[in-house]
Structure formats: structure tokens, C-alpha cells
């Protein structure tokens, strides 16, 4: 059975830091690429940024310099290292496996807010 479970969100101040992690089991995690994506409130779900099976990083123009996506192969987790958040960057954020098919976590809600 595939999973993804997303953790590391919450409440944080503008210009602050958070962690999110994504652990999957049921699929093999290195032939995977791993996405992450967010969806505010009224928004589309939109790519924030995605790492390939061979480490190939790619981000969306509003988060480069900002956020880091990383992934452990040994760990089958990916993360998603968010600094300097703006208030903008409030949305569910969702992991993502893709290859021939596309695997979806539950998300973890990320709120910036003073």
C-alpha cells in the first residue's frame, strides 16, 4: 500500500523557517521523482518544487533562494526546507511521487502569520 505522510507544518512569523518532511513506503523511492506542491484557499495547486530520482532540483520562480528541497533515498523521505517565509506562502502543502503514475499525501498545512 502507498503512502505519504507530510509533517513539519504550522504557525510561523513572517521571515521565519519551517521543515517539512514527506516519509513514503510502498513504492520505490529512488526510481521516483518527488514533488512538493502547495494549494491556498480560492487557488489552483501549484509545483513549489521537485527533485528527480538522480537529484535534479527544480523550483518555482517564487520560492528560488528561499526554499531547498532535498531527498534521502536511504530514508525514502523528501524535504522541503522553507526559510524566509512570506505570509503568501500560507497553503496545504503536498508531497508528491511521480513516474509512470502519480502518488499524493494527505498535505500539512503551512500558515505565515504575525
Known amino acids: 500500500q502507498v503512502q505519504l505522510v507530510e509533517s513539519g507544518g504550522g504557525l510561523v512569523q513572517p521571515g521565519g523557517s519551517l521543515r517539512l518532511s514527506c516519509a513514503t513506503s510502498g513504492f520505490i523511492f529512488s526510481d521516483y521523482t518527488m514533488g512538493w506542491y502547495r494549494q491556498a484557499p480560492g487557488k489552483q495547486r501549484e509545483l513549489v518544487a521537485r527533485?528527480?530520482?538522480?537529484?535534479?532540483?527544480n523550483y518555482a520562480d517564487f520560492v528560488k533562494g528561499r526554499f531547498i528541497i532535498s531527498r534521502s533515498n536511504a530514508k525514502n523521505t523528501v524535504y522541503l526546507q522553507m526559510n524566509s517565509l512570506k505570509a503568501e506562502d500560507t497553503a496545504v502543502y503536498y508531497c508528491?511521487?511521480?513516474?509512470?503514475?502519480?502518488?499524493w499525501g494527505q498535505g500539512t498545512q503551512v500558515t505565515v502569520s504575525s
Open positions: 527533485i528527480s530520482f538522480r537529484g535534479t532540483t
Open positions: 508528491n511521487a511521480l513516474r509512470f503514475g502519480a502518488y
